[in-house]
């Protein structure tokens, strides 16, 4: 492999690592900026006085309505919709599809694209961390069919991985919970519980 060519696929790499990462910071900010914004004046208007943390009580308050209002009904349809302009969009979609992929890990079962659950998959010479995303069944040649499922390793904190199709036999089922496991892979194992018990 050329030094180009190595150089080009680090670079796009380090884009898929860091533009999710500063968008969705940047985003945060922007929300928390602006309702602080208002925040402040509604206070002294309402109270008479400034209260100190209202603006981050009413930003985690949004974020929790919208993760509410839009998760059905026809606001999320209409989220749907957005979803399917956006994706045609050049590097537009490619960084919103990543990011919400990436943050769909913490949502419910009924999301297509949910880590399911926290396994250790046992993989030639290792054992690592990662996320069931789905199972299905495989039928070899020989018509003996086997139980499998995919399994998401990250490789660079969440948004950099491999997706590798396992028998279940070599899925280890355990009893942290996904965001458990978010904070192990994020925290470079340093949060890892003195016990880990398997299911």
């Known amino acids: 492999m050329s030094i180009t060519t190595r150089l080009r ?107 399911q659950r926290f396994v250790f998959a046992r993989l030639p010479g290792r054992t690592t961390p990662g996320f069931v995303t789905g199972s299905f069944k495989l039928t070899l040649r020989d018509g003996v069919t086997h139980d499998v499922l995919t399994v998401y390793v990250p490789t660079n904190h969440l948004y950099v991985g491999d997706v590798v199709v396992l028998p279940v036999e070599d899925v280890v089922e355990t009893d942290l919970s996904v965001e458990d496991g978010v904070s192990l892979l994020l925290s470079a194992g340093a949060s890892v519980p003195l016990s880990i018990k398997e299911k």
Not at 30 to 37: E, V
Not at 101 to 108: A, E, I, P, T, Y
């Open 9 to 115: 696929n680090a670079f796009i790499g380090g884009l898929v690592v860091l533009v999710p990462i500063v968008i969705t910071i940047k985003a945060l900010w922007w929300l928390f900026s602006y309702l602080d914004g208002l925040a402040h004046p509604l206070s002294n208007l309402l109270l008479g006085r400034d209260i100190q943390g209202l603006g981050f009580l009413i930003t985690i308050v949004t974020i929790l309505l919208a993760g509410l209002l839009f998760s059905a009904g026809p606001l999320k349809r209409l989220l749907d919709g957005a979803d399917a302009v956006l994706d045609v969009v050049p590097l537009v979609g490619s960084v919103y599809g990543t990011t919400k992929k990436v943050l769909s890990g913490f949502g419910g079962p009924q999301s297509k694209d949910a880590f």
